[in-house]
């Protein structure tokens, strides 16, 4: 009598999880440790990972047919959908497979609770769920199908705010909604901008960048993205020439890298480097915003394995993170460059008619200032290595002409034209390589030299 009553229980929970009829398997209980009733998750420090533990029942539908073995993995994801998690790029697998026999179900045949499982979360990922995966061979299909737990377990992470920071963040003009500590030395407010902890405490901040130096302002491209992610890179030299084309703005970037370990690294303003997993994956970029001691941001991190629709919305978001490191807080004006973060479907020119005032009313053009520039590349070469060197003009706009020169005369080297010189040799001996170019917007012809020694 007693189980009879029991297996009617089963039977009732199944009719509650509405599979009875094509499941051979159903998830009925999930359990994370330190979990809160409503299904909340605190991890403690987000920039650490996080050791969890979970249990879980299975009950299996008691049909002879099936094969009743089970796969249980647990999952973290940032899918905003419900259901088909793996096919979320977010989507990774946190704890080792537990492989559920169908031997290990109970006797009357269609129950397995498990004992506390381990798992870990890895740091920085505390803006999604934590969602049991479950494979089993669904016999009404005659295939092997992964369900998903019906529980699903928020991930929260503190705080670490101080009231005086807090205070002076939203003095600033900034939003204190969900600001994070961020690889100890930042604040990440408003889901994009890296205030440097330090930075709060400068009295009398300035927010526009590099007057001192005409705003000729130097962007060391790191070798995750020059050369390896020429997607990205593409996108930051688009925005990179926007910048510079507005034609009423005197903001000046030049774009400079290091050739290997060989060369000198480049005197440099703002590093752009890849995140290494740090940013959760509805996040293009992180940007260090302007340090209020007349530098730009030194730091813009992208976000490689982002979802991006389009290379116009890649373009736009460097436009945006490079004016994060300039000074400029969000609009809430649609047709700003500075609207939101990810910019997709965003469409209008650069700068908009809404952008253009704020930008040159911060950075007036001077038409008599002057393009300090910068030549990229190894500048002490050993005949014996066999090949040419490629240099980069660091002013970089598209339409404007570059004019390679030497004091030590070549005869092609004029003809190049391009802001990079590719694969070009030198003969044994001293060389200084000069690249001119112009810009209507400035009176000053604009000229990089750099001294070259062939040993
Ligand atoms: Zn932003």
Redesign the pocket.
């Known amino acids: 009598m007693k189980n009879k009553m029991k297996n009617i229980l089963i039977l009732a929970l199944l009719l509650v999880f509405g599979k009875t009829a094509e499941a051979n398997m159903v998830m009925s209980s999930f359990e994370l440790k330190g979990a809160s009733s409503d299904n909340k998750f605190m991890v403690s420090d987000s920039q650490m990972a996080t050791d969890l533990e979970f249990r879980f029942t299975l009950m299996k539908y008691s049909d002879p047919s099936s094969p009743g073995d089970c796969y249980v993995t647990l999952l973290y994801t940032e899918s905003p959908e419900d259901n088909n998690f793996d096919s979320h790029p977010s989507t990774i697998e946190i704890s080792p497979t537990k492989y559920v026999r169908k031997s290990e179900f109970a006797s009357h045949g269609t129950i397995f609770q498990s004992v506390w499982l381990p798992a870990i979360l890895p740091a920085y990922r505390f803006s999604g769920r934590i969602v049991i995966r479950y494979r089993f061979f669904l016999s009404a299909q005659n295939k092997e199908v992964s369900w998903y737990s019906t529980v699903k377990y928020e991930i929260n992470a503190p705080s670490y705010v101080s009231p005086g920071d807090l205070s002076k963040i939203e003095s600033m003009g900034f939003s204190t909604n969900g600001i994070r500590s961020f690889k100890n030395d930042y604040y990440l407010v ?4 890296l205030i440097k902890k330090s930075s709060l405490n400068i009295s009398n901040p300035i927010y526009a960048v590099n007057n001192n130096k005409e705003h000729n302002i130097n962007i060391w491209v790191k070798p995750a993205i020059q050369p390896a992610n020429s997607t990205w890179n593409n996108a930051l030299y688009s925005a990179v020439a926007a910048w510079n084309a507005n034609p009423s703005s005197d903001i000046k970037l030049h774009l400079v890298s290091q050739y290997g370990t060989l060369d000198v690294p480049p005197p440099h303003d703002i590093i752009v480097d890849s995140d290494l997993g740090v940013l959760s994956y509805s996040q293009s970029h992180a ?1 260090e915003y302007t340090n209020g001691d007349g530098k730009a941001g030194g730091l813009i991190l992208v976000n490689l394995d982002y979802g991006y629709s389009s290379s116009t919305q890649l373009v736009n978001i460097m436009i ?1 993170a490079l004016g ?1 490191s300039l000074g400029f807080k ?1 609009s809430n004006t649609a047709n700003s460059i ?1 609207a939101n ?1 990810n910019l997709s479907g965003y469409t209008s020119a650069f700068p908009s008619a809404v952008d253009e005032p704020i930008i040159n009313s911060l950075y007036p053009l001077n038409a008599n200032s002057v393009v300090t520039p910068y030549i990229s590349g190894i500048s002490n070469i050993s005949s014996s290595w066999g090949w040419g060197q490629d240099y980069d003009m660091s002013y970089f706009c598209f339409g404007i002409t570059y004019t390679w020169t030497s004091n030590t005369p070549h005869p092609y080297l004029p003809s190049v034209g391009q802001a990079r010189l590719p694969e070009w040799s030198f003969n044994i001996g001293s060389h200084e390589l000069k690249c001119t170019t112009s810009h209507s917007k400035y009176t000053t012809p604009i000229v990089a030299t750099k001294n070259i020694i062939v040993q």
Do not use: A, Q
Not at 190 to 193: A, G, H, K, R
């Open positions: 408003e889901n994009d901008i940007v945006h994060h969000h500075m973060n």
